[in-house]
């Protein structure tokens, strides 16, 4: 019974950003159209759900969005290199410090709540990648429930490695790789 901010609605989808200060656990989400009430549906939150978001057409597709960090967009014909640092993006990585209250959206960094950061793994290639090369796991300033993860990419990385990020045992999709020569 509480509105939250939608960012996308279609005949067939409603994108929302539900508040950070929810618990984990079950959620009742009903949508109200013009004074018309639909029909109740459960979800169940949980602590953190990381999802890396994939290139769209007409770029070649099976790649993650990422950026340099001067913000080039990475892809095939732009690839980041081993010693670069990246900017990965993301959604799902809960809640950080200071954490937004609903509505809100920070124009500066955010981190991850640090039990949060000490389960958080990126794995290249399926190794896990140094903790230490992991330079900051936030809010991206500016956006709502977007994350970044500005990761230092560590030498002898091959190219174009598959790319995962696991935050405790829940891991985002696979089969996406990240630009890199």
Known sequence: DQPV???FVSATQINFVLPS???????TVRVDAD???GGYVTIT???AAPAL????TPLPTGYAIATSATN???TAANPAHAGDIVVIYLTGLGVTSPNPSSGQIFNSAAPVIASTLASLKVTLAGTAVDPALIKYAGLSPGSAG????NLYLPLGTGADPEIQILAGAVGSQT??????Q
């Open 72 to 74: 080039q967009l990475l």
């Open 175 to 180: 089969g996406l790789k990240l630009p890199l």
């Open 21 to 27: 200060v929810e618990l984990p656990g079950d959620v």
């Open 35 to 37: 004074g018309v009430s």
């Open 5 to 7: 901010g939608m960012l």
């Open 45 to 47: 939150l949980v602590a």
């Open 53 to 56: 978001f994939p290139l769209a």
């Open 146 to 149: 977007l994350y970044q993860i």
